[in-house]
């Protein structure tokens, strides 16, 4: 019925489409059909965005053709066109050939010339505003179909076309003869399910296969069963073979499933649906989830299979399904329907709008026109003070339907209200609420519904188990009894804490973003909701839900209408404040969420987002004790990312449901197939991802691989062997190059340093669980890259760490690689080089051992510790609010932030990073891999440097730090190991270290030391010498300024003063030399805009304020030298000395406190460079033409003199300074 087709699930791509937009009716307009031909354009989208992508990846316009008729229809030669004036516009090509009750897609990308390959591309494009459209018969005159004068505007991903009748046919169902099999061995586990496999010998029955052990209970299977398994069964294979005569007939396919625990279903060998099912399938495997016997009951579950109606072959087919229990059930159910869904067009021809595009498939409902989106008078956010709502809409005649509840506003075919209120007036907000609303009008799409939220904290601080009962929500969930509300004993009249949290309660729930989730009650809390079935998986347990960011201080979130499951394993069960995950698909409405929402750095769309609620680093788990810091696994994916490498990022959130204020949660990517497209590049469609469940996306095949070819490294005999198979594993010659023809399998880096990060961490709960890995196939592939994942049982958490944790010794799960490949010399020797890389010179896990505790004011010599107080600090403000709604887990006093929560942040900074540096370094010594031998490091002018610049004169050496025998060290400048493969030196690159290393360019230094038959770890570090520069003042340019910051220098030394040019720590005549090689050269953008153009005149920039001023001697003297240096006059060259001399005046009671002899220096040289410059510039006539007594009685009659006298007394007077050196007093 109507009402079931609009109410939750009408929360659709519509979203975006409807919001601003041109109204969407029929206009006046032609739609003409020759009656004798059977194949018409029943669909065209002209603003495509989501429905469907070209071969190139681009979301052209397209045009739907179906052939209506009994026979195959052949359109060769047919034309379609968008000019009435060019009825020859685009022709098919020959051989085009629509099957029975078939579709055909054709772009309107105007790609005709340069298509994808198996693709119809026109020449033309359609416009969004409406446009003529025709098919026109191989004679070019007969029109067999056409949109006139224009087909009407159209919205975004809203389609328009032709109303369509469809009817199914039931390919399989409970009568359909199936062939099973309770499997003891794993002997068909691979072939079993294809569509060629010899089932003869199974047994023979129908569906419904599986076992009652408790008949006559309420809830009993035994009259669904057909076929009975022992009561032991957790896993059945079964196949029903069924022929079609005309695969291309069929619009929709659909699997109905009954199903006590979980299946997988295969269509000819291709997965095509499945529920429970754990990754990795065996003769073996259980369901990894369970459903009650009432949900069973309640009918088939739906999954929509029309995307695989490719697989359906003409003739037999084969539906395969693996039927899955848990272990220890009671009893086992599995029946499957298979329909498909045949399509014809609706005579006579009725057109209009479909909310949802259908390329390929039958047309949905259609509509003559689409309702304009609500508008909510108020944008959702934070509110201290009552407000009245108003919700309204464009289009006339509709009718606006609100819920308060979180549920969706239902209407039926005729309109009468299902489920919320007729909007009649504003709504009076004035406490926490989520408003949802809807617009409707007979014949036209409904809107899609808005979701709202307003959250006024004075409210939420006190909410209660009693208030929220009161408000309907249910006193349990499933078996668990419900907790709601805020703990009065740590923000209540008379807490536990005198007041401390209640006077900063408010601000807490404000101190980071909120996330708001708006969904109807039953589907979170009711018997067949997710949050009282917390074992339910896959998508029979998926609710739709709206997902809301709010910022308290404005700033722009997102709403986004999605999917919500319960995430997580033991969390599920043993925890009140569970795991949620929430999918973005079409069905809902976008298919990604599109936000920065861990940053503009790194990705912004979305196919899933786990909400992380902090379990095991929380405390809804009791085996934490007081340990819970809220951060531990966003500091082991934080630290990966810090290590060079991908990772699942995350950040903090409150979360709402319905209002209800939730708790402390960490929203974090999900490292599967459609992140590492995103990240990687591709199609998620290329990735295999492994975890610990085994396969979860893709194929198990080249982990397989990988695994085998690790393998091979520890059967090949010798060092040359051994090296071919170890590059063999990265995709490489034995060279190391790149093997264009071997696919990389192994990310060995990325792999190395998620091991050590695991080892540094004290990973307890892995490898054999809490892991992802995926790769890429293909020439483009670059291996498995692991990531960190789940990894809060770490860090010495009480729950079975400790400081001192050694898992150096795993070997399986994640770590089975590693296990195989720590048997290879090469393999540690790089396990030590990354070590050295991370835990010294700074690196992701360096620690300074002069200085090894946190110091907030140098966090740079505990990075570890550091990157876990900024971790610390996003959460400090909120957790008053966790405390608040889930500090009494499993205790009496509940736990606060200023006890429990800061004495374990105080332990963690003040004494775990600092010790377990040196422990785990020893534990990776005594498992040989770190050696014993201590790395170089490296040194500029005898100061410890690793990498960067070096300035001109800087002398780059390399310290040993060994003891006794200190070995030898040996350095490279070309990028190769100073040690190669097998243990010899590297005669043709290496050099041995003797006193320095000269560079002449940016140059990448590596390093080892052999000690004692003993290789030390890489130091690798590149160094960039810097060419000297006489631009002292940095303007962009070597002028008179750079003269006078040599001036003012000369004899400091460059601690202390500018000048120094060649980089050996002192300002002396060395630098005056480079001055004046480097004079007049640009050496950037300059600092001042007055240092781009030439004054129109002297008295444009020398007045006697500019000349007097040291604050405007420096804004002009740029401009004044350009001026010097494009001028012939002698006037503009001498303005340079007139700035240069007030600098030097300004200098002068420094100059009388210094040595004579250190005073004449200066005044030599400054002679000396003068006069070479006047030669060069042409000033020597002008300035020889004054005398020291000139200047003293020029200067002494400045003030005596006009403005023009004074210039040219100044003039005179400062060249004859020039000359000798000796400076007039003012």
């Given at each position: 019925?109507?009402?079931?087709?609009?109410?939750?699930?009408?929360?659709?791509?519509?979203?975006?489409?409807?919001?601003?937009?041109?109204?969407?009716?029929?206009?006046?307009?032609?739609?003409?059909?020759?009656?004798?031909?059977?194949?018409?354009?029943?669909?065209?989208?002209?603003?495509?965005?989501?429905?469907?992508?070209?071969?190139?990846?681009?979301?052209?316009?397209?045009?739907?053709?179906?052939?209506?008729?009994?026979?195959?229809?052949?359109?060769?030669?047919?034309?379609?066109?968008?000019?009435?004036?060019?009825?020859?516009?685009?022709?098919?090509?020959?051989?085009?050939?629509?099957?029975?009750?078939?579709?055909?897609?054709?772009?309107?990308?105007?790609?005709?010339?340069?298509?994808?390959?198996?693709?119809?591309?026109?020449?033309?494009?359609?416009?969004?505003?409406?446009?003529?459209?025709?098919?026109?018969?191989?004679?070019?005159?007969?029109?067999?179909?056409?949109?006139?004068?224009?087909?009407?505007?159209?919205?975004?991903?809203?389609?328009?076309?032709?109303?369509?009748?469809?009817?199914?046919?039931?390919?399989?169902?409970?009568?359909?003869?199936?062939?099973?099999?309770?499997?003891?061995?794993?002997?068909?586990?691979?072939?079993?399910?294809?569509?060629?496999?010899?089932?003869?010998?199974?047994?023979?029955?129908t569906a419904g296969i599986g076992y009652e052990a408790s008949p006559g209970s309420a809830n009993e299977f035994t009259s669904l069963i057909d076929v009975a398994v022992p009561s032991t069964t957790t896993t059945a294979y079964t196949r029903f073979t069924f022929n079609v005569a005309n695969p291309g007939s069929f619009k929709t396919l659909n699997l109905g499933m009954i199903y006590d625990d979980g299946f997988v279903a295969y269509l000819n060998g291709t997965l095509i649906a499945s529920s429970n099912a754990p990754g990795s399938l065996a003769y073996n495997s259980?369901?990894?989830?369970?459903?009650?016997?009432?949900?069973?009951?309640?009918?088939?579950?739906?999954?929509?299979?029309?995307?695989?109606?490719?697989?359906?072959?003409?003739?037999?087919?084969?539906?395969?399904?693996?039927?899955?229990?848990?272990?220890?059930?009671?009893?086992?159910?599995?029946?499957?329907?298979?329909?498909?869904?045949?399509?014809?067009?609706?005579?006579?021809?009725?057109?209009?709008?479909?909310?949802?595009?259908?390329?390929?498939?039958?047309?949905?409902?259609?509509?003559?026109?689409?309702?304009?989106?609500?508008?909510?008078?108020?944008?959702?956010?934070?509110?201290?003070?009552?407000?009245?709502?108003?919700?309204?809409?464009?289009?006339?005649?509709?009718?606006?339907?609100?819920?308060?509840?979180?549920?969706?506003?239902?209407?039926?075919?005729?309109?009468?209200?299902?489920?919320?209120?007729?909007?009649?007036?504003?709504?009076?907000?004035?406490?926490?609420?989520?408003?949802?609303?809807?617009?409707?009008?007979?014949?036209?799409?409904?809107?899609?519904?808005?979701?709202?939220?307003?959250?006024?904290?004075?409210?939420?601080?006190?909410?209660?188990?009693?208030?929220?009962?009161?408000?309907?929500?249910?006193?349990?969930?499933?078996?668990?009894?419900?907790?709601?509300?805020?703990?009065?004993?740590?923000?209540?009249?008379?807490?536990?804490?005198?007041?401390?949290?209640?006077?900063?309660?408010?601000?807490?729930?404000?101190?980071?973003?909120?996330?708001?989730?708006?969904?109807?009650?039953?589907?979170?809390?009711?018997?067949?909701?997710?949050?009282?079935?917390?074992?339910?998986?896959?998508?029979?347990?998926?609710?739709?839900?709206?997902?809301?960011?709010?910022?308290?201080?404005?700033?722009?979130?997102?709403?986004?209408?999605?999917?919500?499951?319960?995430?997580?394993?033991?969390?599920?069960?043993?925890?009140?404040?569970?795991?949620?995950?929430?999918?973005?698909?079409?069905?809902?409405?976008?298919?990604?969420?599109?936000?920065?929402?861990?940053?503009?750095?790194?990705?912004?769309?979305?196919?899933?987002?786990?909400?992380?609620?902090?379990?095991?680093?929380?405390?809804?788990?009791?085996?934490?004790?007081?340990?819970?810091?809220?951060?531990?696994?966003?500091?082991?994916?934080?630290?990966?990312?810090?290590?060079?490498?991908?990772?699942?990022?995350?950040?903090?959130?409150?979360?709402?449901?319905?209002?209800?204020?939730?708790?402390?949660?960490?929203?974090?990517?999900?490292?599967?197939?459609?992140?590492?497209?995103?990240?990687?590049?591709?199609?998620?469609?290329?990735?295999?991802?492994?975890?610990?469940?085994?396969?979860?996306?893709?194929?198990?095949?080249?982990?397989?691989?990988?695994?085998?070819?690790?393998?091979?490294?520890?059967?090949?005999?010798?060092?040359?062997?051994?090296?071919?198979?170890?590059?063999?594993?990265?995709?490489?010659?034995?060279?190391?190059?790149?093997?264009?023809?071997?696919?990389?399998?192994?990310?060995?880096?990325?792999?190395?340093?998620?091991?050590?990060?695991?080892?540094?961490?004290?990973?307890?709960?892995?490898?054999?669980?809490?892991?992802?890995?995926?790769?890429?196939?293909?020439?483009?592939?670059?291996?498995?890259?692991?990531?960190?994942?789940?990894?809060?049982?770490?860090?010495?958490?009480?729950?079975?760490?400790?400081?001192?944790e050694n898992n150096l010794g795993m070997s399986t799960g994640a770590a089975q690689a590693y296990g195989i490949l720590r048997n290879y010399e090469e393999f540690r020797l790089q396990f030590a080089d990354r070590i050295h890389e991370h835990l010294f010179n700074g690196g992701a896990l360096y620690v300074n051992p002069a200085s090894p505790t946190y110091d907030p004011n140098n966090p740079q010599n505990n990075v570890p510790a550091a990157r876990m107080a900024e971790l610390a600090a996003r959460v400090y403000d909120a957790m008053p609010a966790e405390s608040a709604?889930?500090?009494?887990?499993?205790?009496?006093?509940?736990?606060?932030?200023?006890?429990?929560?800061?004495?374990?942040?105080?332990?963690?900074?003040?004494?775990?990073?600092?010790?377990?540096?040196?422990?785990?370094?020893?534990?990776?010594?005594?498992?040989?891999?770190?050696?014993?031998?201590?790395?170089?490091?490296?040194?500029?002018?005898?100061?410890?440097?690793?990498?960067?610049?070096?300035?001109?004169?800087?002398?780059?050496?390399?310290?040993?730090?060994?003891?006794?025998?200190?070995?030898?060290?040996?350095?490279?400048?070309?990028?190769?190991?100073?040690?190669?493969?097998?243990?010899?030196?590297?005669?043709?690159?290496?050099?041995?270290?003797?006193?320095?290393?000269?560079?002449?360019?940016?140059?990448?230094?590596?390093?080892?030391?052999?000690?004692?038959?003993?290789?030390?770890?890489?130091?690798?570090?590149?160094?960039?010498?810097?060419?000297?520069?006489?631009?002292?003042?940095?303007?962009?340019?070597?002028?008179?300024?750079?003269?006078?910051?040599?001036?003012?220098?000369?004899?400091?030394?460059?601690?202390?003063?500018?000048?120094?040019?060649?980089?050996?720590?002192?300002?002396?005549?060395?630098?005056?030399?480079?001055?004046?090689?480097?004079?007049?050269?640009?050496?950037?953008?300059?600092?001042?805009?007055?240092?781009?153009?030439?004054?129109?005149?002297?008295?444009?920039?020398?007045?006697?304020?500019?000349?007097?001023?040291?604050?405007?001697?420096?804004?002009?003297?740029?401009?004044?030298?350009?001026?010097?240096?494009?001028?012939?006059?002698?006037?503009?060259?001498?303005?340079?000395?007139?700035?240069?001399?007030?600098?030097?005046?300004?200098?002068?009671?420094?100059?009388?406190?210094?040595?004579?002899?250190?005073?004449?220096?200066?005044?030599?040289?400054?002679?000396?460079?003068?006069?070479?410059?006047?030669?060069?510039?042409?000033?020597?006539?002008?300035?020889?033409?004054?005398?020291?007594?000139?200047?003293?009685?020029?200067?002494?009659?400045?003030?005596?003199?006009?403005?023009?006298?004074?210039?040219?007394?100044?003039?005179?007077?400062?060249?004859?300074?020039?000359?000798?050196?000796?400076?007039?007093?003012?």
């Amino acid at each position: 019925m109507f009402g079931n087709v609009w109410n939750r699930r009408q929360e659709s791509r519509f979203a975006a489409a409807n919001r601003g937009s041109r109204r969407l009716q029929f206009e006046q307009l032609e739609i003409r059909q020759v009656l004798a031909a059977n194949v018409y354009i029943t669909e065209l989208l002209a603003s495509n965005s989501n429905s469907i992508k070209d071969g190139d990846g681009d979301s052209s316009d397209w045009i739907e053709l179906f052939n209506n008729g009994a026979t195959a229809a052949d359109v060769s030669g047919y034309y379609l066109t968008d000019k009435s004036s060019d009825l020859t516009q685009w022709a098919f090509p020959g051989g085009t050939i629509i099957a029975p009750k078939s579709t055909i897609i054709v772009f309107a990308s105007d790609k005709a010339a340069a298509h994808p390959p198996g693709e119809l591309h026109t020449n033309f494009k359609l416009s969004a505003d409406g446009e003529y459209l025709a098919l026109v018969e191989p004679n070019g005159t007969t029109i067999v179909q056409q949109f006139a004068p224009k087909t009407p505007s159209q919205q975004t991903d809203i389609s328009y076309g032709l109303s369509m009748s469809s009817s199914s046919t039931t390919l399989v169902d409970d009568t359909t003869p199936m062939r099973y099999l309770a499997p003891v061995n794993n002997s068909a586990d691979a072939v079993w399910r294809m569509t060629a496999y010899n089932d003869s010998a199974w047994s023979l029955g129908t569906a419904g296969i599986g076992y009652e052990a408790s008949p006559g209970s309420a809830n009993e299977f035994t009259s669904l069963i057909d076929v009975a398994v022992p009561s032991t069964t957790t896993t059945a294979y079964t196949r029903f073979t069924f022929n079609v005569a005309n695969p291309g007939s069929f619009k929709t396919l659909n699997l109905g499933m009954i199903y006590d625990d979980g299946f997988v279903a295969y269509l000819n060998g291709t997965l095509i649906a499945s529920s429970n099912a754990p990754g990795s399938l065996a003769y073996n495997s259980i369901a990894t989830g369970q459903r009650g016997d009432e949900v069973v009951l309640a009918g088939y579950v739906n999954f929509d299979v029309s995307n695989k109606l490719s697989e359906l072959k003409q003739g037999a087919n084969v539906l395969a399904i693996h039927a899955l229990n848990q272990s220890g059930s009671s009893d086992m159910l599995m029946i499957p329907k298979l329909t498909g869904g045949i399509a014809e067009v609706v005579t006579p021809i009725v057109a209009g709008y479909f909310q949802t595009p259908t390329p390929g498939a039958a047309n949905g409902q259609i509509f003559t026109g689409i309702v304009e989106d609500t508008a909510f008078s108020v944008d959702r956010g934070f509110y201290s003070t009552p407000f009245n709502l108003e919700i309204s809409t464009p289009t006339a005649g509709a009718k606006i339907v609100y819920t308060i509840n979180g549920s969706a506003p239902a209407v039926d075919a005729n309109l009468n209200i299902i489920n919320g209120f007729l909007y009649t007036g504003s709504l009076l907000i004035n406490k926490t609420s989520n408003i949802r609303a809807a617009a409707y009008k007979l014949g036209y799409a409904p809107t899609n519904i808005d979701t709202q939220t307003y959250i006024f904290t004075s409210d939420v601080i006190h909410q209660t188990q009693q208030s929220a009962l009161a408000a309907g929500f249910p006193g349990t969930w499933g078996s668990r009894a419900a907790d709601y509300g805020m703990d009065p004993d740590v923000i209540g009249p008379n807490d536990l804490f005198g007041g401390v949290y209640a006077a900063l309660i408010e601000d807490s729930l404000k101190a980071i973003p909120t996330l708001s989730l708006t969904l109807d009650n039953a589907d979170f809390f009711g018997p067949n909701g997710i949050y009282s079935n917390v074992g339910g998986e896959g998508v029979a347990w998926e609710r739709p839900t709206s997902a809301e960011l709010i910022y308290a201080d404005g700033t722009e979130g997102f709403q986004i209408d999605a999917g919500l499951r319960i995430h997580g394993a033991a969390s599920r069960s043993l925890s009140k404040k569970n795991a949620l995950r929430l999918l973005f698909k079409d069905e809902y409405g976008a298919g990604k969420l599109e936000y920065p929402l861990f940053g503009e750095e790194g990705v912004t769309k979305f196919d899933t987002i786990v909400i992380r609620p902090h379990f095991n680093d929380g405390w809804g788990w009791d085996g934490a004790l007081g340990d819970p810091l809220y951060a531990r696994d966003q500091w082991f994916r934080d630290t990966q990312a810090a290590m060079g490498n991908a990772s699942a990022r995350g950040n903090v959130v409150h979360l709402y449901i319905n209002g209800l204020y939730w708790g402390l949660y960490n929203p974090s990517e999900r490292p599967d197939d459609s992140f590492a497209a995103e990240t990687f590049g591709g199609e998620k469609e290329e990735y295999d991802v492994v975890n610990h469940d085994g396969l979860a996306d893709g194929s198990i095949d080249a982990y397989n691989a990988m695994i085998a070819l690790a393998q091979a490294v520890n059967a090949a005999s010798g060092t040359a062997a051994k090296n071919a198979a170890y590059q063999n594993l990265q995709g490489n010659f034995a060279s190391g190059l790149d093997n264009p023809s071997q696919e990389d399998y192994l990310d060995v880096a990325n792999y190395i340093d998620y091991m050590i990060l695991n080892h540094y961490g004290g990973n307890n709960d892995w490898p054999d669980r809490n892991w992802y890995a995926n790769r890429r196939r293909g020439p483009e592939s670059e291996g498995f890259k692991f990531f960190a994942w789940d990894n809060e049982i770490s860090l010495d958490l009480s729950d079975r760490t400790s400081i001192n944790e050694n898992n150096l010794g795993m070997s399986t799960g994640a770590a089975q690689a590693y296990g195989i490949l720590r048997n290879y010399e090469e393999f540690r020797l790089q396990f030590a080089d990354r070590i050295h890389e991370h835990l010294f010179n700074g690196g992701a896990l360096y620690v300074n051992p002069a200085s090894p505790t946190y110091d907030p004011n140098n966090p740079q010599n505990n990075v570890p510790a550091a990157r876990m107080a900024e971790l610390a600090a996003r959460v400090y403000d909120a957790m008053p609010a966790e405390s608040a709604r889930w500090g009494d887990q499993h205790v009496t006093v509940p736990r606060t932030r200023d006890v429990e929560w800061q004495n374990q942040l105080n332990y963690m900074l003040g004494t775990y990073f600092r010790d377990r540096h040196g422990i785990v370094l020893n534990q990776w010594k005594a498992a040989s891999l770190y050696p014993n031998a201590v790395a170089p490091e490296f040194l500029v002018n005898n100061l410890r440097q690793h990498g960067g610049t070096i300035a001109a004169g800087g002398i780059l050496s390399v310290q040993n730090g060994n003891t006794g025998s200190p070995g030898t060290i040996y350095y490279t400048t070309d990028g190769s190991d100073p040690r190669l493969v097998g243990g010899a030196v590297n005669a043709a690159s290496a050099q041995v270290f003797s006193g320095n290393i000269p560079l002449s360019s940016a140059t990448l230094v590596k390093a080892r030391i052999l000690r004692n038959g003993e290789w030390s770890a890489l130091t690798a570090a590149t160094f960039t010498p810097v060419a000297a520069s006489a631009d002292f003042n940095s303007d962009g340019i070597v002028d008179g300024g750079d003269f006078l910051a040599w001036q003012r220098g000369y004899g400091l030394g460059s601690t202390r003063a500018q000048g120094n040019a060649d980089g050996d720590s002192d300002v002396d005549q060395d630098d005056l030399v480079v001055w004046k090689t480097q004079f007049g050269q640009t050496t950037g953008t300059p600092a001042s805009p007055m240092s781009v153009a030439a004054p129109a005149s002297l008295n444009s920039y020398v007045t006697d304020a500019s000349f007097m001023s040291p604050s405007s001697l420096e804004v002009a003297d740029g401009a004044l030298v350009i001026a010097a240096a494009t001028s012939s006059t002698p006037a503009l060259n001498q303005v340079s000395a007139i700035l240069q001399s007030r600098a030097w005046n300004a200098d002068i009671a420094a100059r009388q406190t210094q040595d004579v002899a250190h005073h004449s220096a200066r005044d030599a040289a400054f002679n000396d460079d003068v006069r070479t410059h006047a030669v060069n510039h042409r000033h020597e006539s002008v300035l020889s033409s004054h005398s020291q007594g000139a200047s003293s009685k020029l200067f002494k009659d400045v003030e005596e003199s006009s403005a023009s006298e004074r210039d040219e007394a100044k003039l005179a007077a400062l060249s004859d300074f020039l000359l000798t050196g000796i400076a007039p007093k003012l």
